[in-house]
Nanobody, 124 residues
Framework: QVTLVESGGGLVQAGGCLRL?????????????MGWFRQAPGKERELVAA????????FHADSVKGRFAISRDNAKNTVYLQMNSLKPEDTAVYYC?????????????????WGQGTQVTVSS
């Protein structure tokens, strides 16, 4: 069973950038597809980006396409989310999640392993 720990959140002004990291332990990291999700107060958890086991394929939600980029380093057991041109509407708790299924999924319910989340606040 894999354990996930996010870091890198914080308070940033609109237009700024942050890089989130998610360190995995207790499992074979390269066997998991990884996803970044976010949840704002009063809203459902939504997928931000996902990446396949090898890192060869990625998905980014339309709301972040061109601004955010997911990547992974299997040698360091870490997945990243580079966030540029941040907007106030990006304010949320950001979670990383892992799934060992055959195919990368975009559905939160299909991810069995979750980190504790890291807060990102973008001020206007």
């Amino acid at each position: 069973q894999v354990t996930l720990v996010e870091s890198g959140g914080g308070l940033v002004q609109a237009g700024g950038c942050l890089r989130l990291s998610c360190a995995a332990s207790g499992g074979t990291f390269s066997s998991y597809h990884m996803g970044w999700f976010r949840q704002a107060p009063g809203k459902e958890r939504e997928l931000v980006a996902a990446i396949t086991r090898s890192g060869g394929n990625t998905f980014h939600a339309d709301s972040v396409k061109g601004r955010f980029a997911i990547s992974r380093d299997n040698a360091k057991n870490t997945v990243y989310l580079q966030m540029n041109s941040l907007k106030p509407e990006d304010t949320a708790v950001y979670y990383c999640a892992a799934d060992s299924g055959l195919i990368m999924t975009l559905t939160p319910k299909r991810y069995p392993y979750w980190g504790q989340g890291t807060q990102v606040t973008v001020s206007s």
